[in-house]
């Protein structure tokens, strides 16, 4: 590959860096989505649960419900502000 790179790779060469890239990116999501999945539950998981059993009691179960939402209102409230902030072009 030359310095121009990606510009004179063929037609199907180019295609297939693309889907690779783009089957990277959904990769790299599935990840992210995984890792916050972990972060909630072990921040609600310290929260509402006192001692496990075989099954949770009401009030665990709505502590672990409203911790949850509570950590996605959370993450969306942060990702959209970052999200205007990009588009604002304030760094």
Not at 28 to 46: L, S
């Amino acid at each position: 590959m030359n310095i121009d790179g990606f510009y004179n790779m063929p037609a199907s060469e180019t295609a297939e860096t693309a889907e690779l890239q783009r089957m990277i990116a959904i990769e790299q999501q599935k990840a992210q989505f995984q890792a916050q999945v972990h972060n909630f539950t072990d921040v609600c998981w310290d929260k509402c649960v006192e001692k496990p059993g075989s099954k949770l009691d009401a009030r665990t179960e709505t502590c672990l419900v409203n911790c949850v939402e509570r950590f996605i209102d959370t993450t969306l409230i942060i990702t959209n502000r970052f999200t205007q902030m990009v588009q604002k072009g304030v760094h």
